[in-house]
């Protein structure tokens, strides 16, 4: 059976490296942050999958963004991308951000210390696991079919299993005008993962440049 990947795909950071800000509400899942600014080259793309009107660019930022999906059969987040809550969750009515149809259409493993039932959303249940990254890869790669796990996010979840040494290949978007200055923090530097990872990287039109890591 081949070797089923541990991938980051379209995880963006501001130029000092943070993935979201401080104070994520329910009105703000990005905390202070602008996820418009962060995102705006994945939604200019021909394949965003939001999309309402024909057109959109081609080119690498459409690539990325079609490849987002690809081979993917299972998807790791910590809590803080499910949820604004902390600490025990006081009703379970709340079911993600997403509405009735999540983007994920797998299996997808919520990281946290306060466990409850899983439930189905359209092709997408979540799983709501204790444990260490390894365990919870292992128990994502099971329901993955054969095929790769996504490591959604947020910072901190992505470098908990960088830190674990479970991450295959990385791909961080990173946008040069914006500055977030606090919040959830990915690196202060790219080059932090240099030892570990051999790293492309490609500036494109979009203004966005994007860090393709892969393991050594």
């Known amino acids: 059976m081949p070797h089923q990947l541990l991938r980051v795909q379209n995880f963006n950071v501001s130029s000092d490296g943070f993935g979201a800000g401080e104070h994520q509400s329910l009105e703000r899942p990005f905390g202070h942050a602008d996820p418009g600014q962060m995102f705006a080259w994945a939604g200019a793309t021909a394949s965003w999958p939001n999309r309402t009107d024909p057109g959109g660019s081609r080119g690498l930022d459409d690539y990325l963004t079609r490849d987002f999906a690809n081979n993917i ?15 025990p969750w006081q009703d379970h009515e709340w079911r993600g951000w997403w509405g009735d149809e999540p983007p994920f259409h797998t299996p997808v493993f919520v990281m946290t210390h306060h466990e409850r039932p899983s439930f189905t959303l359209s092709d997408t249940t979540f799983h709501f ?12 790669r099971e329901a993955a079919g054969g095929k790769d796990v996504r490591l959604g996010g947020g910072a901190a979840t992505v470098r908990e299993f960088l830190d674990a040494d479970l991450v295959d290949t990385l791909h961080v978007a990173v946008s040069p005008d914006v500055v977030i200055g606090s919040g ?11 030892d570990r990872f051999h790293c492309d990287v490609v500036p494109s039109p979009s203004g966005v440049v994007h860090h393709l890591f892969w393991r050594k």
């Open 73 to 87: 059969g299972a998807e790791i987040m910590g809590r803080n991308k499910f949820s604004p809550h902390r600490g």
């Open 129 to 140: 696991v204790g444990g260490d990254p390894a365990d919870v890869l292992e128990q994502a």
């Open 184 to 194: 959830s923090r990915l690196w202060e530097s790219p080059e932090e993962l240099f």
